[in-house]
């Protein structure tokens, strides 16, 4: 199984100091996992001005970008024409093309991508996929690494509009707080995703 990652979540994972943990929260051994990524991700590395401040963390996203692999073209020129057209963002229009060609799996952290694409896709092109969510991600962080470790990753990246709902009251926000409000995205993400949205289990 082959992921496709766009940007946005990437840096949301690196900004919280969960990127490392990446395979693990996707469910995957760290030796058999296949990720690839947008070509704009590498280039903000060498871009000052988009480094991120904590620089362990600006560490994992280079190491991540070196272990893992660019995605260049769709093998499906057409289909990512037609997302293009569609109005799609031409990073994801690729990530979504080509996870169709390959029965892969997108990891976004952009619900706007997540809705446009179940407008401009059949039932029969969302089948050929599966989409891992942000929301999904943090839950997967919760039940791996426990609450502990969500809030303060959580708390390092309070510009991301879910955490800084989810973690209002910093350090002291109560867990039931923190995962009620995650759980409330992701409801709004599974409205718009069910026949497509990765099955973690229960409580995803």
């Known amino acids: 199984m082959i992921y496709f990652s766009d940007v946005d979540v990437v840096l949301k994972l690196a900004n919280c ?31 000052p001005n988009k480094k991120l401040t904590n620089a362990a963390y600006q560490k994992h996203l280079a190491e991540f970008c070196d272990t893992h692999q660019m995605i260049s073209a769709a093998g499906d020129i057409t289909r990512q024409e037609e997302l293009l057209h569609s109005g799609m963002d031409p990073g994801e229009a690729l990530l979504f093309a080509e996870a169709e060609a390959t029965g892969g799996i997108v990891v976004t952290g952009d619900k706007r991508a997540i809705t446009h694409y179940a407008k401009h896709s059949t039932p029969a092109q969302r089948a050929k996929l599966k989409v891992v969510c942000w929301e999904q991600l943090l839950l997967r962080v919760h039940h791996l690494k426990g609450y502990d470790e969500l809030k303060r990753g959580g708390c390092e990246h309070l510009e991301e509009g879910l955490l800084s709902l989810a973690f209002s009251s910093g350090q002291a926000t109560q867990e039931g707080h923190a995962i009620e409000a995650v759980r409330s995205y992701l409801s709004q993400v599974k409205n718009r995703a069910a026949d497509f949205l990765f099955d973690f289990g229960v409580g995803f």
Do not use: M, N, W
Not at 17 to 46: M, N, W
């Open 17 to 47: 100091g969960f990127l490392p943990h990446l395979p693990e929260l996707l469910g995957v051994p760290t030796d058999a996992f296949c990720i690839q990524y947008l070509a704009s991700l590498k280039a903000r590395l060498t871009r």
